[in-house]
């Protein structure tokens, strides 16, 4: 009896994905190409994703306190987000309900890789704050980036179908972290086709999957017949397999918005 083992699973989903990519090039307008890449890296995780996290498409976030994300390509929310907006597929999400974003991009370079963690960090340090405390529980926190967080911080990485080579990509991420703090940085970088960029630990020398301080920028290549899509699929599985939120609490997002005035009442 043959043995359907996961890897030989991906390495079929990876021609297919290769073969849509390749399709996707032939659009005339650059908008279509980049969308429908975006769907690809999108459908495919939502796969792999644990069933109370979703991937969404074409999302703008929004904090308590007004502030507003870039547009996001693909977002990773929790499945019991209420969203804001959902006008024409496009959809304005709550900070609070937010676990990670994914940067799509078509061909890495040093000028992308800029761009998405830009994006990232400015996303991840946007305010999650309009939770409703839950009493008689314990308090719960989440520890990454070097520091500790009362709320599931949010991750960021970046997926590329090209890309310069690994290592002048790895040049260009390790500029762009060495001048800022490490709650900035990327989770993650994949390239298809070549492999991927992630962070080793300064205690025990494992990947992590997230950067603390003193973290080592490392380079993993993969074999082109397996490609990324495996460690991509266990990556996203296990980054967002504990996830997990507070009770949302939407008052805050009304700001100062009149809720009403009473105008009668009974004594019951």
């Not at 959902?86 to 890495?108: A, D, H, S």
């Not at 800029?114 to 990232?120: E, L, S």
């Not at 960021?156 to 800022?180: D, M, P, Q, Y």
């Not at 991509?232 to 997990?244: I, K, P, V």
Request: net charge negative; with cysteine; proline share 7%.
């Amino acid at each position: 009896m043959p043995q359907y083992r996961l890897d030989k699973i991906l390495s079929s989903v990876a021609k297919r994905m290769h073969a849509d990519f390749e399709q996707s090039q032939s659009f005339n307008h650059n908008g279509e190409a980049g969308a429908s890449r975006e769907i690809l890296i999108k459908n495919f995780l939502s796969i792999y994703l644990p069933s109370h996290v979703e991937a969404i498409h074409n999302a703008e976030v929004i904090s308590a306190n007004g502030e507003m994300s870039p547009q996001c390509d693909v977002v990773i929310v929790d499945r019991d987000s209420p969203p804001f907006t959902t006008l024409e597929g496009y959809r304005i999400i709550p900070n609070e309900c937010v676990y990670g974003m994914v940067e799509v991009k078509t061909n890495l370079d040093g000028n992308e890789i800029a761009d998405a963690c830009g994006k990232i960090s400015k996303l991840r340090q946007m305010p999650k704050v309009a939770y409703r405390p839950i009493p008689n529980m314990l308090p719960r926190v989440a520890k990454a980036y070097g520091k500790t967080y009362e709320h599931f911080p949010t991750s960021g990485i970046i997926v590329s179908f090209k890309g310069l080579k690994l290592k002048t990509l790895g040049n260009h991420l390790a500029e762009w972290c060495r001048t800022r703090d490490p709650v900035e940085w990327p989770d993650s970088v994949w390239v298809a086709g070549q492999g991927y960029l992630q962070w080793m630990s300064p205690k025990d020398g494992s990947l992590s999957r997230s950067p603390e301080p003193g973290a080592t920028l490392v380079q993993v290549d993969v074999s082109p017949e397996q490609d990324i899509f495996l460690p991509l699929a266990l990556h996203f599985n296990l980054h967002f397999s504990d996830a997990w939120m507070h009770p949302l609490n939407l008052v805050p997002y009304a700001g100062d918005s009149s809720l009403g005035k009473v105008a009668d009442s009974w004594k019951i």
